[in-house]
């Protein structure tokens, strides 16, 4: 019974033996603990019968009974010393026998027995038998924490079974568990779906009819659509049928990451060859010995079709050749023998696996899946296929290791699925700022290794709407074999639930003699079904002890993996039982590294152990004995001759011998603890950024003190602490790639190759991504209207222009741009912002720090572009500059650089922008020695006021910190793309039926008193008029809206409307009142750059008994209510009008846009100060006012003098301001009492 609950065919019992030796006639009443242990040794062989084993049984125990003075408890201890094992319960289970001699103890002199109870704490298990009355008491003791309730019910009562049936049939045969236990595991493996058998390159195949047009695979700037993937891939398949490739050859792909490899392995596929990957980092006798293992006839490299000139090959498809059960591609595996192992996988085999991952998680054409593993590493083969069989895009990563592109790519490019080992994803997080969620992410789906309790949360976290799946199996099953949904990480589990079988798929946990293990019995994991590998590549020994054939289960392959079946229906993963290990997903034999390491001709012996750091990363020490001594630099080098970088040990331990056991084994648990191999002569750090360096070593490599001459990898790093060494400069402004991590590993070395990075966000997508012919340049484009061919030819009006992303115009934008293009002729819109600097100025790094702030914020690369429609979308740039000039005025007079200043604005209002130039240039005069006038050129379209000032507040952070040599700082920043997110996300038509109902019956045209009626020809003549409040009446303003509840502009807006009305004889106006729409629910808003404003008509009425006070509650709801549809576009808005563009003929603005006043005064940590700050830009409206709520307010009105008189508008000025004061002494007079 033991044997089968523990899966322990051999097993050690404490047997308690009473002692009473015939000392003494009265041995026997004499008082006093006689009792002693012994262990019997038990070897429950399948073949035996039961009274064999009796017999064999009753001979140990009387061989235990010659040497009892030896007492159990002590041998337990020597043994425990000896092996260096904790002494706490090494033979937990007892068995207590009290029948010798009960039968002459009359019990019931002491009363009713009524239960037994031993407190016996070093004791898991305490079996005790009694004799009473002729009856046999059995009565087990157990620790209720370590055992399930259920399981040591079930583990009783088939012992009381067991001995049931010995007296009834004298015999007992094999044991069977509970048929609860048997329904359970019989309805976990009913897996059966009706998927179909297929190749990969079908699945390919018929996708292409489906989408042809449509983007499949993506690297940087190389893409590649499905017709076209698919006709490249026919001009490999007729070359490898020139070269005499046919069904069942094998030809080796080399696995760089390029789309043409992706062309190359779908062209092998079709010729009817199976695929070999070789990585082309991997040292090249193991790409060599892969070549010739398989077999190989040819290997192709990615530039093999540019080089050959087949696209002068036919692209016509080629008869099918390979069916399902050929062979599709060939992975090489570590290997205990020193040698990696090839996996053979069939079509059917691994087309089940991604058929039914996709039809679980309902992968389509509007998936983005990253490819981030290794096409040496089956979790390739889903990225690939789950992509390219569903019309989902594939796109490919440079370097995997690049935490920051990890998470660039899953913004620019709106991935929404992720596939890679669990690590991987929490490196990637470590660089994400707590409160940045990505939206476009789905679906995360996790294997390889084990997955930390903590990060489904994580990923939940950052990735909101994300389902994450844990997924398990061998690559000897195609990939995947079981899988787990994780909802929700329970608090009682130690790990991830391994979960449950795939489609066609089965999973056993079994006993030593390949039968079920019962519910909750750990066990060897084995998997059946279709999945399964035809084996092993030139090694039937290996694939005939890997691939069982079983009785009841059919065949079945032996993971070495163990686990148990869990009561709730799921098997729960318990690790490996061999040596054999995961780092960073791959799976490593540590043989292979010790058989490299005894390859060496000066090392004796070597043997390579895994253990775990204080954050749960594998790492491998390599123990050694030598001849003479040798370096561990050469020891490194020379298993980076023959291995990959992720089996490199991270600590060498030379021994004079390897410690062995008893019996001539190595004695692991005597290997001694590795110690961080510091650099035997200290040197500490002199430089800032040496000092920053070592700083992040101590902090990953968790140790006190590193010097500039230490080496990474002898302080135990390896390939998942660089990444986190790179992750952790990044997040203090510098960049150091992984890979000189590798190739400079002292640190000295390695500093060299630490830049300054801008501490910027990269922007953030989840558009649909498509491409153009021409360029291979990649487009997120947020409405799918914008198709391909359109896409086409935009492309081709530009052709020598990268485009990154296109999206929508925001709403104000579409207003903006309605009147810049009704209008041709003007340069409306053109801003000048002026800054006149005072003090010292490196006019160089002030370029450098604004070019930095055009790759910060996607709305400086932005351009606007037209489809064949003329329907307007903005469109990123990809690495613009900035145009810059820089003027010496220094030898010129004051009157000189004024002229030359004026003359040159207006030219450079002349010039404007074109359709396909970048909306921004700069142009730095120089003055004087510390003086300075920059002219920032832009079109209102990029940004609003609030953007500006974000851009001058971070503009002079960056000067300052970088010419002190230190980082900014700055936050990360969503992109503008963001907001028009949020906006599409709107209800519309919401929206256009509250504005229709709003301004419903609203018909009266609203103006002011003109001069004359203007004419086109005459052009807008535009100037400024300025009223500016003193400040006590500015103060008792404030005062006044601040004790009515209301805002200043709500107050001034009243004031306008009712000036307005008594202008035009009505009670009844409509205000084009100018608001940010920055809403508060997009997560970093705040600090966002580009045109979140929008003009909102707001519709005042009063009546002739209303008070000013109450008329002031009324304007404020109205803007309130307003404002909730302000997402609406100003053109839309007029739309739903009666009076359509002639709803409004002015512009009212409130600045009150957040601003650092710091940047306007000098002190003695600023190298200069904005002395003054203007606007100059083409007006727009005919007339517009403007509000600048400073220490004194005041209020700007511009307008067009060929249309209206300097004098009326003054006098307008002169109404605003004696109103203004008229309601701070009466604010309860009716509106109608007020007289002009």
Known sequence: MLAYWSNQRRLAINLTVFNRYPVHDEVEQIVGDFTSL??????????????TRVKETQATLLDGLEHRHYDGVNFIRDFTRYHQMTPKAVMPIVFTSMLAGAGAFSWEQLGSLRYIHARTPQVYLDNVVIEKNGELLISWNYVEELFDVDVIEAMFSQFVDLLEQLVKQSDITSLHMKESDQTLIKQYNETTEKIPSTTLYQLFTDQVKRTPDEVAVVFEQEWLTYSELHKRSNQIAHFLKEQGIGLGDKVGLLAKRRVDTIVNMLGILKSGAAYVPIDPDHPLDRQTYILKNSSCKLLLEPSLYEENHLSFYTTEDMPAIAGPEDIAYIIYTSGSTGKPKGVIITYQAVTNTIQDINQKYEVNEDDRIIGISSMCFDLSVYDIFGALSTGAMLVMIRDPRDMQELIRTVERRGITIWNTVPAIMDLALEQVGSHFEYPSLRLVLHSGDWIPLSLPEKIKRHFPIAEVVSLGGATEASIWSIYYPIKQVASHWNSIPYGMPLANQTYYVLNYEKKMCPVGVIGDLYIGGVGLAKGYVNDKKKTNEAFVSHPDFGLIYKTGDCGKMHSEGYIEFLGRQDYQVKIQGYRVELEEISHCLLTYKQVEHAV?????????????????????????????????????????????????????TPNGKLDRKALPTPEKQKNKVFIAPKTEMEKILTSIWQEVLKIDQVGVNDHFFALGGDSIKAIQVSVRLYR??????????????????????????????????????????????????????????TLNKIQEKMPDIKIERIYPLAPFQEVIYEHATNEPDTNAYFEQTIWALEGELDIKLFIQCFQQLVDRHDSLRTIIVQDEQAKPWQAVLYDVQINSEIKNLIEMTKQEQQEFLKQWMNENLSRGFKNDELMTRLCIFQLGNNEHKVIWSSH????????????????????????????????????????????????????????????????????????????????????????????DLTDQLQTFVTKNNITMNTALLAVWGILLGKFNGTREVVLPNLVSVRPPEVEGIENMFGLFTNVLPIRLAWTETQSFVDFL????????????????????????????TELTDHLWVFENYPTNPAIFSSNENRHFAITDYEVVDEPHVKYGIMCFPEERLTIKFGYDQTVYEAEKIQEILNHIHGLINTILQNPIQTICDYKL
């Open 732 to 789: 203090q402004g510098f960049e150091l790639e992984p890979k000189n991590i590798f190739s400079f590993p002292i640190l000295r070395d390695m500093v060299q190759f630490v830049k300054k990075l801008d501490q910027f966000s990269s922007s953030q997508t989840n558009d649909v991504n498509i491409m153009n012919d021409n360029k291979a340049t990649l487009l997120n484009v947020k409405d799918k209207q914008l198709n391909q061919h």
């Open 38 to 51: 012994i262990l019997l040794d038990v070897d429950v062989k399948p073949e035996q019968t039961f009274f």
């Open 608 to 660: 390579v152990i895994d253990q775990t750091d204080e954050n749960g990363i594998k790492f491998l020490v390599a123990y050694v004995v030598t001849e003479q001594n040798i370096s561990t630099t050469e020891l490194r080098k020379h298993l980076r001759d023959h291995l990959p970088d992720y089996m490199i040990p991270s600590y060498f331990v030379y021994l004079d011998q390897l410690p062995l």
């Open 1113 to 1140: 509650q009324k304007v404020q709801l109205e803007t309130l209510k307003c404002n909730e549809y302000a997402y609406y576009s100003f053109v839309d808005i007029q739309k739903q009008s009666e009076l359509k």
């Open 940 to 1031: 209102h379209l990029l940004c609003d006021g609030w953007s500006v000032s974000i851009l001058i507040d971070e503009l002079f952070q960056l000067y300052e910190t970088t010419n002190a040599g230190t980082t900014a700082g700055l936050p990360m920043v969503k992109p503008f793309e963001t907001f028009i997110d949020w906006t599409l996300a709107q209800d519309h038509e919401k929206a256009r039926h509250f504005w229709r109902d709003y301004l419903s019956g609203y018909n009266q045209k609203i103006s002011i008193p003109k001069k004359k009626v203007p004419s086109k020809s005459e052009g807008l003549n535009f100037t400024f008029m300025d009223l500016t409040l003193d400040k």
